[in-house]
């Protein structure tokens, strides 16, 4: 057991597979996430693909705060990921509920439904620190130390 | 389920690349389109109602994240609704520095559409070619606002910050890059056979559907309807110059195309002229912290159509309700319209040419009429459109591009 959790650690830090659920963001960081496959920032060059099957992810990033809508569906994205995931909050509105924070809609942040490894503050965050925190969660033993509340 | 050769996909709510998420329901018969239930309302935040339990200002942050991509229309609309209740003119240098914002949003916009609908269609390299001129802009709006996104350039009674020359200097710069390249995207929208194929027949909405369904923006104009706020109830600076107002009869996904690609060269115009013609003077006048009593209706033009914000005041310093209009809720009504009939291989872009803030699905799942299911997603749908055209010749992997600048 021991042996296959380090073997998919060492390979998924060579090559993770990135996952994006907006979990009702204002599209300010979610353009963000998507602009770092974009020529400038090139995420893929660290041979970090996105995709769409939770089942495939490694990192799921998610942008915003959690409306009642998506809790279940965040819920189920997250079980769906196999073994070891990290997940990264990306705004400020995903760490905290920022703005959003109190709505009668809105959970709070993701960190309300599904635990986080990475919080990344920021409204919007720019695609150099989601680059910087994609490559800490990897760092992260998977044991769940790090930002981890 | 439906009778008996129907198909039933349900596509949603989770989108893996892009945007808020909404789901659809799509009815098949054979390769056609049926019918379609849209289901939206997954980023419901109650907006709105929270706007009522703050003051003024605080809710200027909260309208700015309505919508991240068209964040300067939003709080330009709600800085005019408060501003005519306070009875308060706004200097002509800020309403020239509003009108600079909101035509780079524009762009900003825009280019990011062009992006999304290469990518429906399974032309990446478009996608990759427009993000990257996209980030002169955000470059731009940072150097204005401090933000590439929510650049809170807005408050009540004008702007934040000043623009100076070195700004300036900065922007014609970049638009002149920019407008050698909208250019050559527009060469390419209309001299490339492959992509007019694509995108020309599909997703069509006549001029008449369009009024009955109420459609806004680049789709309305698309369907040969000379309709811009900025013209015909101008506001701001708008008042000052005259704009264009880009039309087709294509009425299709190509139509919306064309006119979202001149819309950009229109709004290059607009800028420089600003800059030309920018008046000297403060840019903020001051606002009672208490709004006086009474409700008005703005109406303005965001990138993707009108956008309507209602503000009711009761003389205090919180706002009794706020109602916020996107322009996308105005076209979602034509959506069913305008599938219907289609193939399944063109939902993808027939839905990304009214340039939703949508975003879909993670997983779909086929139902067929003998009860199996299938699960798919909407990456295989766009790609299944997308192989499903290769079949027929239509391979946007054949345009060859310029390096471009
Ligand atoms: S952190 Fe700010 S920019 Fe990002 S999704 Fe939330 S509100 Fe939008």
């Known amino acids: 057991m021991d042996l296959i959790r380090k073997a998919s650690q060492w390979a998924s830090g060579k090559s993770p597979w990135i996952l994006h659920f907006n979990a009702g963001a204002c599209n300010g960081c979610d353009i963000e996430v998507v602009d770092c496959v974009t020529p400038r920032y090139d995420l893929e060059r660290f041979g ?19 409306t009642l809508q998506t809790r279940d569906r965040l819920k189920q994205i997250y079980e769906q990921m196999p073994e070891p995931k990290r997940v990264i909050a990306v ?9 959003f924070d109190g709505c009668y809609c809105v959970t709070g942040g993701i960190d309300t439904v599904i635990p986080v490894d990475v919080y990344v503050p920021g409204c919007a965050v720019r695609p150099d620190e989601i680059i910087s925190a994609v490559e800490r969660a990897l760092s992260l033993k998977t044991d769940g130390e790090g930002d981890k509340k | 389920m439906a009778d008996d050769n129907k198909v039933i996909i349900p596509i949603g709510p989770q989108h893996p690349s892009l945007d808020e998420p909404a789901s659809f329901t799509v009815t098949l018969s054979g390769e056609r389109v049926d019918n379609v239930v849209i289901g939206i309302g997954y980023n419901h935040r109650g907006l709105e109602k929270a706007c009522e339990s703050r003051t003024y200002v605080q809710d200027l942050y909260i309208v700015e994240r309505v919508c991240g991509i068209c964040s300067h229309s939003h709080t330009s609309a709600f800085c005019m609704g408060v501003e005519q209740l306070a009875g308060v003119t706004v200097p002509d240098r800020a309403e020239y520095i509003r009108a600079i914002v ?58 934040r910050r000043d623009l100076d020359e070195s700004i300036f200097a900065k922007i014609t ?55 811009d706020i900025r013209t015909a109830e101008p506001y701001g600076a708008y008042k000052n110059f005259e704009v264009n107002v880009i039309t087709h009869t294509a009425a299709d996904v190509f139509g919306r195309t064309a006119v979202r690609i001149l819309e950009m060269l229109e709004s290059i115009r607009i800028i420089r002229h600003c800059i030309k013609e920018m008046p000297e003077g403060a840019i903020l006048a001051k606002v009672p912290r208490r709004i006086p009593e009474g409700e ?16 009711r005041s009761n003389g205090t310093d919180k706002p009794d309700r706020i109602r916020v209009r996107a322009p996308s809720e105005a076209n979602w009504h034509g959506m069913q319209h305008m599938l219907k009939g289609e193939y399944l291989a063109d939902v993808p872009i027939s839905i990304a040419a009214i340039d939703p803030c949508y975003s879909c699905t993670d997983r779909a799942i086929t139902v067929n009429s003998d009860g ?12 299944y459109g997308i192989d499903w055209y290769k079949k027929r010749g239509l391979d946007m992997a054949d345009i060859r591009l310029e390096r471009g600048v």
Request: hydrophobic fraction near 40%; charge should be positive.
């Open chain 2, 102 to 159: 909101a035509e780079l949003e524009r762009l900003h916009s825009h280019l990011l559409w062009l992006g999304v609908a290469g990518h429906e269609i399974g032309f990446d390299t478009l996608f990759m070619y427009t993000w990257r001129d996209r980030e002169k802009v955000l470059d731009l709006l940072a150097a204005i606002g401090g933000n590439r996104i929510n650049y809170s350039v807005n408050t009540f009674g004008g702007v």
């Open chain 1, 91 to 99: 705004g400020t509105c995903a760490c905290t509920g920022g703005v």
């Open chain 2, 173 to 227: 710069a970049t638009l002149n890059e920019l407008e050698k390249q909208i250019n050559y995207y527009l060469e390419l929208a209309q001299t490339e056979l492959t992509l007019k194929a694509r995108l020309s027949g599909i997703g069509c909405l006549s001029k008449e559907d369009a009024l009955k369904f109420g459609a806004t923006g680049p789709v309305l104009r698309a369907a040969g309807v000379a309709q």
């Open chain 1, 48 to 66: 970090v693909v996105k995709q769409g099957s939770p089942r495939h992810a490694d990192v799921l990033i998610c942008t915003g705060a959690v």
């Open chain 2, 296 to 311: 008005v209706i703005v109406r303005m033009e965001a990138p993707r159509g009108e956008n309507i914000h209602y503000i």
């Open chain 2, 372 to 383: 199996t299911r299938k699960v798919t997603d909407w990456q295989s749908i766009r790609k």
